[in-house]
Nanobody, 124 residues
């Protein structure tokens, strides 16, 4: 079992930055690939970014490429999402997820554990 707790959400103006963090506890963190997903009101959830077990491989949604960066710190059991040049369409609840296998995947159904989410609101 892995417990995930997100933090760092908030309110920011368009063009601003936020850094989300996800703290993991439970099993050996380095055994898990990690991902970030988001869900805007009234919309389906979307993949945002993912990182493999050692940070050597990452994947991003086209809508966030060049603006968001995912990273992880295995000794600290943490994964971060640096979000720059934020746009109003980035407004959503952001969820951290863990996958028992080490490789990057972008499909939500392939993740095994989820955090409770953190709200990000970007004003125009």
């Amino acid at each position: 079992q892995v417990q995930l707790v997100e933090s760092g959400g908030g309110f920011v103006q368009a063009g601003g930055s936020l850094r989300l963090s996800c703290a993991a506890s439970g099993r050996t963190f380095s055994n898990y690939a990690m991902g970030w997903f988001r869900q805007a009101p009234g919309k389906e959830g979307d993949f945002v970014a993912a990182i493999n077990w050692n940070g050597g491989s990452t994947a991003y949604a086209e809508s966030v490429k060049g603006r968001f960066t995912i990273s992880r710190d295995n000794p600290e059991n943490a994964v971060d999402l640096q979000m720059n040049s934020l746009k109003p369409e980035d407004t959503a609840v952001y969820y951290c997820a863990a996958r028992r296998f080490m490789m990057v995947v972008t499909t939500a159904s392939r993740y095994d554990y989820w955090g409770q989410g953190t709200q990000v609101t970007v004003s125009s």
